[in-house]
T-cell receptor, first 112, second 115 residues
Framework: GNSVTQMEGPVTLSEEAFLTINCTYT??????LFWYVQYPGEGLQLLLK?????DKGSNKGFEATYRKETTSFHLEKGSVQVSDSAVYFC???????????FGTGTSLTVIP | GAGVSQTPSNKVTEKGKYVELRCDPI?????LYWYRQSLGQGPEFLIY????????DSGLPNDRFFAVRPEGSVSTLKIQRTERGDSAVYLC?????????????FGPGTRLTVL
């Protein structure tokens, strides 16, 4: 079946620290992979995506590379800011028209 | 343009009551999805529509849950005989198409509390 396993939180980092949030997946076929972010008091919004193996998605300084050989899509940022404090969800879409499968979310708090 | 909107933002009801949750998708988006998010969890799929028809309702937990999209735009999720375990945030999302690479745009959610 389809599933996403995401690094558990919460994660607390100092400003300008390096961030990695691990995400691995199990999927049938050729999934697309997504990172969504939920800022406090706001709805889910797309952060980045990758639609085929070896693609790198990037946005707002965040990056993630679609690794088929390790079935992973880890989220990274070189220097986090206080404004990056949010909950991050890894997700996959595996079948045309079908639902997204989400991880459990990782809460990130960045302290000044 | 406007994003996905959901009403109400909060709904408190008593066990056994009937509730309706509304979703207004982005104009022109043909696909519409409902998810349920419990505390500390990721969203879980309930049902999706392509146009007016429910293309996949395999995520609905039981027959107390039902959703409609009569004109291919606004959708209503209906829950009969609510139970305390139905308490969660109900999310609606829409997308332009059904391809596996299409982004889904999420609404702010309706927080349902069943007392």
């Amino acid at each position: 079946g389809n599933s996403v396993t995401q690094m558990e939180g919460p994660v607390t980092l100092s400003e300008e620290a390096f961030l990695t949030i691990n995400c691995t997946y199990t999927a049938t076929g050729y999934p697309s992979l997504f990172w969504y972010v939920q800022y406090p008091g706001e709805g889910l919004q797309l952060l980045l995506k990758a639609t085929k193996a070896d693609d790198k998605g990037s946005n707002k300084g965040f990056e993630a590379t679609y690794r088929k050989e390790t079935t992973s899509f880890h989220l990274e940022k070189g220097s986090v800011q206080v404004s990056d404090s949010a909950v991050y969800f890894c997700a996959l879409s595996a079948l045309t028209g079908n639902q997204f499968y989400f991880g459990t979310g990782t809460s990130l708090t960045v302290i000044p | 343009g406007a994003g996905v909107s959901q009403t109400p933002s909060n709904k408190v009801t008593e066990k056994g009551k009937y509730v309706e949750l509304r979703c207004d998708p982005i104009s022109g988006h043909t696909a519409l999805y409902w998810y349920r998010q419990s505390l500390g969890q990721g969203p879980e799929f309930l049902i999706y529509f392509q146009g007016t028809g429910a293309a996949d309702d395999s995520g609905l937990p039981n027959d107390r849950f039902f959703a409609v999209r009569p004109e291919g735009s606004v959708s209503t999720l209906k829950i009969q005989r609510t139970e305390r375990g139905d308490s969660a945030v109900y999310l609606c999302a829409s997308s332009f198409g059904l391809a596996v690479y299409n982004e889904q745009f999420f609404g702010p959610g309706t927080r349902l509390t069943v007392l």
